[in-house]
């Protein structure tokens, strides 16, 4: 250490310790997030100290022998790394064959061969800027999108630091191949600040402005998150032995008490970081820092003496203990929460997160014991790199075929299951989806037991409407035509998705009385002046885009009505209900008649409806819900309405819900596609009560006469 007359120590006890409190902190946030809402800075813990840990071992390299042992390098993670997560992803994908339903095979079958693949991470990344996947359930090897970033990281790391050397040496004027050792020896600092220094600033700048643009993307992808161990490498840098002859470093550390008050500082930077953040919290970007800097804190503050100190609490055998099992206990935990959520259908509670905890604990330790240590000695793989690499590759192979049968296995039921749902659109029964609402809608027609859509296909049920569906954070709202061109009447459709999953009903109404229909159809932005709260944090972009679309709604001069609903789980800032309010008045003093729909009902289940159908055919009741609580409380469209009374709202809730019940599954079509969204299906079988209801209201407001 620096500043320390004593050898280096080959073993970093306080390193160990921070490994504890990072994989305790995630831990603690996945099973009880309200007690450490900002647990999951855990994992920017890890982050730092794996470039801490990494480049030091290469320095020490690059100065022993003047060179870096690539495939010795990576053998050693092949062989550290592998063993454990292979044997997790295996057993994810064998519990889910057990307990998932078919529905979600083919997902986790990605998730594990992304996670076999190191690249979990840009998965859901691409995920969680993708509307239609973003509220997709966590897999069971979700957290795997960490490691993805680490093994990202180790892969192109020694490369840089070769880089760094050869830079240094050729600057030297040395014409000798990068693996000859320097003349004098020694490691090439200034070109390994500068390069260290430049992959920080440039990936926290990076993180930065995604994150102030509001890109979840933020949070996984390796370009955004790199900052952080390259942060650990600076500090490896500046702690690594100074050339013979030369002033040592950090003598200041040597002043009683700097080392005790730099590691509880470290400490309180995480608690604060663990403690004070949230998931609403800007991050990662300059937030992150945070955690990161007391990481390096407490590793720049080494082995702390005296009455202070903490180091005895560092040390105790306990902490130790959960230090070296913190790889297993990382990769355990999560998949053993995801599956008590499927098998018990609800949140822990107290007791249930203890009891999930001691199990983490046991899984985490059988591995460390029985995969972990044993494989990372196993003596053939330790004789030979090569051997090493190449069993990792055999094994990577093996999964990854693993992986890929879940999937196959789902679509060859989902074969059959096509030809007798074709069969059933082909010449639908009487009573056929909402058709059957009348007579209490069943669940199934007599004789008939097929589903439409099928639930593993169902979230592909929605309009095929491409770019007249724009995304949250696109600036505008497109314009399209549908219907017939020129029509009697000219209908806007407008609104968020929960509006676009009536454009099936509407398509069908305008062309049956030759209308051009409008549509303005934006993802997660309702049709109101208010503000939603998610637009504060650049996620989505509505404001402004809902100001154009009025403005060109009134400047066409031929638009006869709109149509309008909203999502009713969407919040607001103060004065929703005014928002919405006061764009229909707008519309309305143009002489445009406004029709909002009340917002459909929600399933009875947290999960996706498709995914409960799936599991529980001859029990479809689960999935539905008593229509006291399918409803949400803030579907702002009625309070609205008082404002302004001269819209005609309309309410199809008696074509959803029958006896005070909401189903998921009404005629033998599947309500709905995800966790609130219609699926198209069903909105087809309801679009002949959609369209004589519209018609009846245009013709009670004297639209359907003018229009002759």
């Known amino acids: 250490m620096i500043a320390d007359p004593k050898p280096p120590r080959r073993f970093l006890p306080e390193v160990q310790s921070l490994r504890a409190v990072a994989v305790l902190l995630v831990v603690a946030y996945h099973l009880e997030p309200r007690m450490v809402p900002g647990g999951f800075v ?11 840990l990494i480049t030091g071992h290469l320095l020490r390299e690059v100065r022993r022998t003047g060179r870096i042992d690539l495939p010795g390098f ?22 889910t064959l057990a307990f998932l339903p078919a529905t979600q095979w083919k997902t986790v079958g990605t998730a594990a061969l992304a996670s076999a693949f190191s690249v979990e991470n840009w998965v ?23 490691l993805g970033v680490e093994e990202q990281f180790y892969l192109f790391w020694p490369l840089l630091v070769l880089l760094a050397v050869w830079l240094a040496r050729r600057r030297a004027g040395t014409r000798g191949r990068v693996g000859r050792r ?5 490691l090439p600092r200034t070109t390994l600040l500068l390069v260290f220094g430049t992959v920080v600033l440039a990936s926290l700048a990076y993180s930065m402005v995604l994150v102030a643009a509001g890109n979840p993307a933020a949070y996984f992808i390796t370009p955004a998150r790199v900052w952080e161990m390259a942060a650990g490498g600076l500090l490896a840098l500046l702690l690594a032995e100074p050339e013979p002859g030369s002033e040592p470093r950090g003598r200041w550390l040597a002043v009683p008490g700097v080392r005790t008050a730099l590691a509880w500082g470290g400490f309180a930077a995480i608690a604060a970081a663990a403690f004070g953040f949230d998931p609403k919290t800007p991050f990662p970007g300059l937030s992150a820092a945070l955690p990161v800097a007391g990481t390096l ?13 903490p180091q005895k609490l560092l040390e105790l055998p306990a902490v130790q203990w959960v230090g070296n099992v913190s790889y297993s206990l990382y990769l355990w935990h999560w998949p053993a929460l995801t599956f008590f959520l499927v098998l018990a259908g609800r949140e822990p509670g107290p007791a249930q997160s203890i009891g999930l905890l001691v199990l983490s604990l046991l899984l985490a330790w059988a591995s460390y014991r029985w995969i972990e240590t044993p494989v ?11 051997r090493a690499l190449g069993a990792g590759a055999a094994a990577l192979v093996l999964v990854a075929a693993l992986a890929v049968a879940p999937g196959t296995l789902a679509e060859r039921g989902i074969a059959a299951q096509e030809r007798a749902a074709a069969t059933l659109l082909a010449s639908p029964p009487p009573g056929f989806g909402a058709a059957s609402v009348p007579a209490g809608a069943p669940a199934y027609l007599e004789g008939v037991r097929q589903i439409v859509p099928l639930p593993a296909e169902a979230g592909a049920d929605l309009p095929d409407l491409g770019d007249c569906v724009q995304k949250p954070k696109s600036p505008v709202t497109v314009e399209c035509a549908k219907g017939v061109k020129d029509g009697k009447l000219t209908i806007a459709l407008v609104g968020d998705s929960h509006a676009t999953h009536w454009y099936e009903a509407m398509e069908a109404t305008a062309k049956k009385n030759d209308w051009t229909l409008l549509t303005y159809l934006k993802n997660s932005c309702p049709f109101s002046a208010t503000k939603r709260i998610a637009e504060a944090d650049g996620s989505i972009s509505c404001h402004q885009a809902n100001k154009d679309t009025l403005k060109r709604i009134l400047a066409r001069g031929d638009v006869d009505a709109v149509v309008t609903s909203h999502w009713a789980g969407a919040a607001f800032e103060k004065g929703a209900a005014a928002g919405f309010a006061d764009y ?5 003093d143009a002489g445009i008649q406004v029709y909002p729909i009340i917002d459909t009902p929600r399933p009875g289940t947290k999960a996706y409806a498709r995914d409960c159908v799936a599991k529980n055919p001859e029990e479809l009741e689960t999935c539905g819900a008593p229509e006291s609580r399918a409803f949400e409380a803030n579907d702002y469209t009625l309070a609205a309405a008082k404002r302004e009374p001269r819209t005609e709202v309309l309410d199809f809730s008696d074509q959803f819900c029958a006896d005070g019940f909401c189903p998921a599954v009404i005629g ?7 966790k609130h969204h219609v699926s198209d299906t069903y909105i087809r079988t309801l679009a002949p009560v959609f369209g004589d209801r519209l018609v009846d209201r245009l013709r009670a407001d004297g639209l359907m006469e003018a229009a002759r």
């Open 74 to 95: 990576w053998a050693a993670r092949v062989r550290r790394i592998l063993p454990a997560a292979f044997a997790v992803i295996l057993a994810v994908l064998a519990a």
């Open 376 to 386: 990372r000695t196993l003596a053939p793989l330790a004789a030979s790199n090569w």
């Open 42 to 52: 855990g994992v920017d813990v890890f982050f730092a100290i794996s470039g801490f």
């Open 182 to 186: 320097e003349s004098g020896g020694g």
């Open 124 to 146: 859901l990344a691409a995920n969680a800027v993708d509307y239609l996947a973003a509220e997709e359930e966590p897999t069971a090897l979700q957290h795997f999108w960490s």
């Open 668 to 674: 033998n079509v599947l309500v709905y596609r995800d």
């Open 584 to 588: 229909w008045g707008q519309l309305e």
């Open 297 to 309: 804190a407490v590793i720049l503050a080494g082995e702390t003496r005296g009455a202070l100190a």
